[in-house]
């Protein structure tokens, strides 16, 4: 069975400091997709980004960034320089290759960002 | 292109009564998901629905069924419903693709009170 931890239930940072959210995943699999999430206080999730398991490169986005480790089964996501709209609840999720469009989630990561 | 609308948005039932909520996805999107949040259990998948055919179910009783139409809009259906079942409701679309690398993108949700 696939699982996905999120170990940091909240974690709360002062403006422009930055911040990694942790992501370990577990599955049999060996073909694989991993996304991250954020679900602002409105309630709808957010996609911020997939990675496929066979495709190990970094990425960033802006002030964003993701580090994928399949030796560690880790998806890290990373914020520099965070601000006040970052503040939201982020979600790990893993998705089989079995075309089975279930999402797996981890529990989330609440993140305040203070002014 | 417009986003997945959800309706309603908010909703107030009491126990033993049924409620139907309806997912309209992004323009061109097949596949409809439907997964309920709650404090307590996370985000968990409900079903999937492709070419107006379930294709996938989560974990939950019989009590909890959806359809899919012609146009790729769907609903779901609790009966009998229980002070357990007030969560949030989202709905996701993707465009299927193989294995289940397709990136689903969320609806605002329908919040369900159970009184």
């Known amino acids: 069975a696939q699982k996905v931890t999120q170990a940091q239930t909240e974690i709360s940072v002062v403006e422009k400091e930055d911040v990694t959210l942790d992501c370990v995943y577990e599955t049999r699999d060996t073909t694989y997709y991993l996304f991250w999430y954020k679900q602002p206080p409105s309630g709808e999730l957010v996609f911020l980004i997939r990675?496929?398991?066979?495709?190990?490169q970094n990425e960033i986005s802006g002030r964003y960034s993701w580090n994928f480790q399949k030796s560690t089964s880790s998806f890290n996501f990373t914020i520099t320089a965070s601000q006040v709209v970052d503040s939201a609840v982020y979600f790990c999720a893993l998705s089989e290759d079995t075309g089975r469009r279930a999402l797996t989630f981890g529990s989330g990561t609440r993140l305040q960002v203070q002014p | 292109k417009a986003g997945v609308t959800q309706t309603p948005r908010y909703l107030i039932k009491t126990r033993g009564q049924q409620v139907t909520l309806s997912c309209s996805p992004i323009s061109g999107h097949r596949s409809v998901s439907w997964y309920q949040q709650t404090p307590g259990q996370g985000l968990q998948f409900l079903f999937e629905?492709?070419?107006?055919?379930?294709?996938n179910k989560g974990n939950f009783p019989g009590r909890f069924s959806g359809r899919q139409f012609s146009n790729s809009r769907s609903e779901m259906n609790v009966s009998t419903l229980e002070l357990g079942d007030s969560a949030l409701y989202l709905c996701?679309?993707?465009?299927?693709?193989?294995?289940?690398?397709?990136?689903?993108?969320f609806g605002p949700g329908t919040r369900l009170t159970v009184l």
């Open positions: 629905y492709f070419s107006e055919t379930q294709r």
């Open positions: 990675r496929n398991s066979f495709d190990e």
């Open positions: 996701a679309s993707s465009m299927p693709l193989a294995g289940g690398q397709d990136t689903q993108y």
